[in-house]
């Protein structure tokens, strides 16, 4: 396993990480038992970071992850979120308030059947709470031990900034892929930063971790992906307008230029967009989803080889006559 390594944080990355949305159920074709032998399958192939939150599932993914990892806690680092409560209807709000952030770990490490959480971040702002109240309560949680490490999400640049001002930001995470490079959106949420642009040159600049979330845009730019029937409507997937009607078909087609390429090389697509991620130096953990322990070792296969510059110039070539 490759690993990279950034100021903010002692320990190295895995440049392979574990997404773990769709072990909390709700993506077509999961169950538990196969979410837990794919986190187990990570570890033994020298996976190092796990990444979950909450929302996913309602708790579920939390609490399917620290079964999986039984025994084997010290082995690997832990990046979980706050600040996206679900009411008893499902409907999610945003809350950074102390008081909530207070409850929200305690219940995590209760999921986790865990004592710290290695990374705790901030899932998305809270603009009607004060950051200053935010990062003071981080600050907290992490004195009392029960995290090691904090960072931020899908934060603008100036709120980031703010943020690292008032406390020890270790981290970034935010949506990146060959295909979204600088988006304005996901899942239809507007996004108040542009990640190639802004965040990317942020995290070198200043040692902070970053981690793209979605590296192969919720499957568009895995091998079996068709031009459709993917998922059903009770895949949370389905709610992505990029995945679904016209502008399903645009990322399609600029998905297909991107596969004729990888057949080109002799490699499978989602190889490719993992490894020109890898590629990026800015880049530290790639949050890979996997459902099943062969899905895993083929996201970890990608690390056995590299794309060449003159690849990489091809790719780029590519992406940019799909604008």
Partial sequence: MQIKKVSRIDEPFSVVGFGCWASGGEWNDTNDLDSMKAMQRAVDLGVNFFD?????????????????????????????????????????????????????????????????????QL???????????????????????????????????????KAMELGHVASYQGLYNML????????????????????????EDYGLAFLPYSPLFQGLLADSFQASDNFDEHDIRSNNPKLRGELFQNYFEKRKRLDSFAQQIGKPLHQVAINWLIAHPAVTSIICGAQTAEQVQQNIESVSWQLSE??????????????
């Fill in 52 to 120: 979950v939150a909450p929302v996913y599932g309602l708790g579920h993914a939390e609490e399917v992850l620290g079964e999986a990892l039984k025994g084997r806690r010290q082995q690997v680092m832990i990046g979980s979120k706050c600040g996206l409560l679900w009411d008893d209807r499902g409907r999610i709000s945003n809350n950074l308030t102390a008081e909530s952030m207070h409850v929200e770990i305690d219940d995590s490490l209760r999921r986790f059947q865990t004592d710290y959480i290695d990374l705790y």
């Fill in 123 to 161: 899932h998305w702002p809270d603009l009607d709470t004060p950051i200053e109240e935010t990062i003071s309560a981080l600050e907290q949680i992490r004195h009392m031990g029960k995290i090691r490490y904090y960072g931020v999400s899908n934060f603008s640049l100036s709120l980031t900034f």
């Fill in 180 to 203: 979204e490079r600088n988006p304005d959106s996901y899942h239809s949420i507007p996004l108040d930063y542009r990640t190639e642009r802004e965040i990317l040159p942020l995290c």
């Fill in 310 to 323: 003159d690849m990489l110039t091809e790719i780029d070539t590519i992406l940019q006559s799909l604008h």
